[in-house]
């Protein structure tokens, strides 16, 4: 090893350490908040990312599937910050054809209305749609959930993402 990769390898222990160090001191302030909800789903996002991030050299990205416009799988959206949906969420992909050459697949997170919650004008409603769809598939969720979302619903979420991210 050369003076250059000591250094590297130096700097990347102390960075570890200063790393661990600091996450291990918002564990503590979450615990001592009485925020245990938190902590635990932080926890369970760094053991997730961990895994991924080891698994990432040897990962085959065609052993995963295929998927179309309208398929509703179920995606690890990460640790939340703030208002943001994190942890697993189902989710409908936005491809035409999905290409696992890219290694990428558009989706939008779905997530159930509540009562007396305020939704802002970039939501769209799709009324009970998924809700009966997953009435009958609900002992199949370890199954692929196949383009489930009518091509109305993906025309109004299409109308919604020009309206606010493109002018």
Known sequence: MNEDE???KN???IHKDNSLNRLDLSFLKHIELSEYKKSDLLAYWIN???EYHD???TFNIA???MYSRGDVIKVNLGFNIGN???GL???IVLNKYDNTRNGTLNVIPLTSRKDGKKYDSSSVNLGNELYNVFQDKIEKEKQKLQQIISSE???LIDKQIIKYFTK
């Open 6 to 8: 000591i250094e590297l």
């Open 11 to 13: 700097n990347a222990v």
């Open 48 to 50: 997730d990312f961990a």
């Open 55 to 57: 698994e990432e050299r």
């Open 63 to 65: 052993k995963s599937g």
């Open 84 to 86: 943001e949906l994190g």
């Open 89 to 91: 969420h189902y989710c």
């Open 153 to 155: 619903s993906l025309d």
